[in-house]
């Protein structure tokens, strides 16, 4: 089983939007009762949220009878779990692993609310029917495939609704018919590089929008606080940003779609937050962070595609020669690599991607491969002037080398 979200876009109008709040209100109340209730009882590890949440109905119907009592119910479940969390916690830190315990805190604020079961449907495909808040307008921009399980209604920080739907599925087995091998390396001038010399441009649209977010957060750092001007500056910003992440996103999907589809082996950095370093300059942190998420979709999609995806560790893949295996010192100004030893001229990233490729290949460990390894493949193993040249494909090592050890 595979269980998918699907996100689409809500255009509730100002009475739906008031019922929305007045739900999300509702479940705060709950919750923090629950939560209240739970304190004087917990120790004992008995009790049912359900039923509290059925007495607390009781006492004041007319005003529980706003939500809709899944949603209801689904409060005291979100409590469950984390109380679950909390009592897992308890247990961790008796075994000796180092943590805070934290009990569950009360909450300022509910954001989403969620009908586990029942309670919406979709009208005419643009409408959605929730219980108890009425037929929202919905733009349904794809076609959810699987069984519809759930439903959460949410508000994101640029005051735009959203509904989630999560799906089941049957999982497909699928293998790659073809065998391509590729390594990437990531990197800062260029997003991607590619072992074969392919060069994947950070998307020019992204630098207007992250200058535009500059200039909105400029205009929001002089309103004066608690004005509403700052709040509407505020919504500006949050806007401005959730559209640079949407447009990372799409950029990544589009990408690493691209990617797991035509190669079945894919070799890239072990990138872990300690080795970044850590700056923080705003398109930096972006930049960051979506290597983490590109690698995450390259792996998830990988396997989807019925492909592997290799992790390397990075040490050593931007300093060392991937021809001969030489080291020597890359500062970050250095754009080419110009081996000493054997000659080899190459883009500094190619070259790392390169060496991701071949550390993969060899479990890791370093194996220094003869120069001729790859000479059919690429002519230029002896002094090569020109760049263009170190373009060349290496989709098939199998052929460089012998064939039985790249059989995946
Ligand atoms: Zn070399």
Not at 366 to 391: C, I, M, N, Q, W
Request: glycine residues 4%; positive net charge.
């Amino acid at each position: 089983m595979v269980v998918r979200t699907y996100k689409f876009r809500l255009y509730p109008n100002e009475k739906q939007q008031k019922k929305l709040l007045q739900n999300f209100r509702i479940c705060k109340e709950v919750y923090n009762s629950l939560l209240a209730e739970s304190r004087k009882l917990w120790t004992t590890r008995r009790f049912d949220f359900n039923l509290l949440v059925k007495d607390m109905k009781i006492t004041c119907p007319k005003y529980y009878s706003r939500a809709y009592s899944q949603v209801l119910q689904n409060v005291s479940d979100r409590l469950t779990k984390s109380f679950m969390n909390f009592f897992r916690r308890i247990k961790e830190k008796k075994s000796g692993k180092k943590l805070k315990v934290g009990f569950p805190r009360f909450k300022s604020r509910i954001i989403s609310i969620t009908y586990p079961q029942s309670g919406f449907r979709i009208i005419k495909g643009n409408r959605l029917y929730a219980s108890k808040i009425g037929n929202l307008p919905v733009k349904l921009h794809r076609v959810m495939k699987g069984k519809i399980k759930t439903m959460t209604l949410k508000r994101n920080n640029a005051n735009q609704w959203f509904a989630y739907f999560t799906c089941e599925t049957e999982k497909k087995k699928t293998k790659h018919c073809f065998k391509k091998y590729v390594g990437i390396d990531v990197g800062i001038e260029s997003f991607a590089v590619f072992s074969n010399g392919e060069l994947i441009d950070n998307p020019k649209h992204l630098f207007k929008s992250e200058q535009k977010l500059k200039k909105f957060q400029r205009k929001l750092s002089r309103k004066k606080k608690k004005s509403n001007n700052r709040k509407i500056a505020r919504i500006k910003v949050a806007r401005q940003y959730n559209n640079i992440v949407n447009q990372r996103q799409d950029f990544l999907h589009k990408l690493s779609n691209k990617i797991t589809k035509s190669y079945s082996f894919i070799a890239v950095e072990n990138l872990t937050i300690t080795n970044m370093v850590k700056n923080h300059c705003f398109a930096k942190h972006i930049n960051d962070a979506s290597w983490g998420t590109f690698i995450q979709m390259l792996s998830y999609k990988a396997v989807a595609c019925g492909g592997q995806l290799v992790k390397v560790n990075p040490r050593g893949t931007t300093t060392n020669c991937s021809n001969c295996g030489s080291k020597q010192e890359m500062p970050l100004s250095t754009r080419i690599y110009d081996c000493p030893n054997c000659g080899l001229v190459l883009h500094r990233d190619v070259n790392s991607a390169r060496n991701i490729f071949d550390y993969s290949r060899a479990g890791q460990a370093r194996t220094y491969t003869p120069v001729d390894r790859f000479a059919h493949a690429f002519p230029f193993s002896r002094k090569v002037s020109k760049l263009e040249e170190a373009g060349t494909t290496r989709d098939e090592p199998s052929k460089a080398t012998d064939a039985g050890s790249h059989a995946l």
